[in-house]
């Protein structure tokens, strides 16, 4: 059960690039998020999705878009990279919402990105 | 006011001691309560949740919830070196987002 699969791992960009992060998960989750943590702090929430086709702003969305075409992947897109986006991102999914019971998050690795 | 404040830390404390992590909210109806565990280049993992007020014990932890105070702590009794990451606490503050709301982290370091 490999649970939830980012990639890549590692990226290096440009200023002014684009590139989508992916994110898989293979346990059936109608929830779906994508949260970055810059260095020495917490998590902070870009978009999440409660199911294919629904997706809704997180507290920092700006210069990333996502898309949920399927219960299992929710890509994020950033366009026109700034150094502002260096960060870690973890992809994370739930079962049921986080709001009752068993709203464990499950996360993915993380992809660290860094912009020059 | 941040949503989900935690003293930074390093909060250092001696292999075998308990070590105390606190975490205050400013939603008053928030209902749930997460303790991630993170290893320094690894994803959070989950250790604890609590939804009612009062304690709850799995093994050396212990999450302790008190809504009236806005505060959730975390004990780990008998710490090992192996304890040394950071914990952050999650909550599902009231933002109309259906998510999470982290704070920052706490970082244990325990002495051998």
Request: charged residues 20%; proline residues 5%.
């Amino acid at each position: 059960n490999a649970g939830v699969t980012q990639t890549p791992k590692f990226r290096i960009l440009k200023i002014g690039q684009s590139m989508t992060l992916q994110c898989a998960q293979d346990m059936n989750h109608n929830y779906m998020y994508w949260y970055r943590q810059d260095p020495g702090m917490g998590l902070k929430l870009i978009y999440y999705s409660v199911g294919a086709g629904i997706t809704d702003k997180g507290e920092v969305p700006n210069g990333y878009n996502v898309s949920r075409s399927t219960t299992e992947d929710f890509p994020l897109r950033l366009e026109l990279a700034a150094p502002s986006q260096t960060s870690v991102y973890f992809c994370a999914s739930s079962r049921y919402s986080t709001g009752g019971p068993s709203g464990e998050l499950f996360f993915g690795e993380g992809s660290r990105l860094t912009v020059l | 006011q941040k949503e989900v404040e935690q003293n930074s830390g390093p909060l250092s404390v001696p292999e075998g001691a308990i070590a105390s992590l606190n975490c205050t909210y400013s939603d008053q109806g928030s209902q749930s309560f997460f303790w991630y565990r993170q290893y320094s280049g690894k994803s959070p993992e989950l250790i604890m949740f609590i939804y009612s007020n009062g304690d709850k014990e799995d093994g050396r932890f212990t999450a302790q919830l008190n809504k009236a105070s806005q505060y959730v702590s975390l004990l780990i009794r008998d710490s090992q070196p192996s304890d040394s990451a950071t914990y952050l606490c999650a909550v599902n503050i009231d933002t109309g987002r259906r998510a999470l709301t982290f704070g920052s982290g706490t970082r244990l370091q325990v002495q051998p």
